[in-house]
């Protein structure tokens, strides 16, 4: 080319090179930031590949996540409760009978006391809290444990209008 040197880049190029560089960084950046806030993968038996798992025929009831803690209730079909938790930082498990509580549901082992709610996964003993996990992920409900009463009249309702049966009363 005319007036071109040798082994010196034009600024078009450069630009373009700025543009390539800063397109590659923000995919980067997306594909780590991505992972970090992404839900665990779960089903209806609790967290995929996790002791934190419930299996057939035990249905889970709730499961949740905290930043270190996964937890699984389950439910027997007998009606038992057991919770099912995994520290991720070097994958302790634990299985152990639970109970419905007024917030969630209590577990204990080896007088260790872990209570899970919708909010936080605590873990206690002898009263004093050892650690205060908050959910980061929960699922289900501890709303109620007991069955909710049905509203049964106890009166009998008056025979229905004639709107109400399609009629037009006259």
């Known amino acids: 080319m005319i007036g071109s040197r040798p082994g010196v880049v034009g600024d078009g ?9 800063a397109a590659g960084c923000a995919a980067l950046l997306a594909v780590g930031v991505w992972p970090a806030t992404a839900a665990p993968d779960t089903d209806d038996q609790g967290f995929i ?56 549901f209590v577990a204990e082992n080896d007088g260790i006391v872990y209570t899970l709610t919708p909010k936080s996964l605590v873990i206690s003993t002898d009263g004093n809290v050892l650690r205060d996990e908050p959910m980061t992920y929960f699922h289900g409900s501890t709303a109620s444990t007991a069955p909710a009463a ?8 008056p025979p229905p209008l004639p709107a109400e049966v399609g009629g037009s009363g006259r």
């Open 49 to 104: 590949d996790s002791a934190a798992r419930c299996t057939t025929p035990d249905v889970a009831v709730v499961f949740g996540s905290t930043e270190s803690s996964r937890v699984a209730i389950c439910k027997t079909p007998g009606g038992q409760y057991e919770y099912r938790g995994v520290r991720m930082r070097d994958g302790a498990k634990l299985a152990v009978p639970a109970t419905p509580s007024e917030r969630g």
């Open 13 to 21: 190029f450069r630009v373009l090179c700025l543009i390539v560089s």
């Open 150 to 157: 049905t509203s049964t009249p106890t009166t009998p309702l």
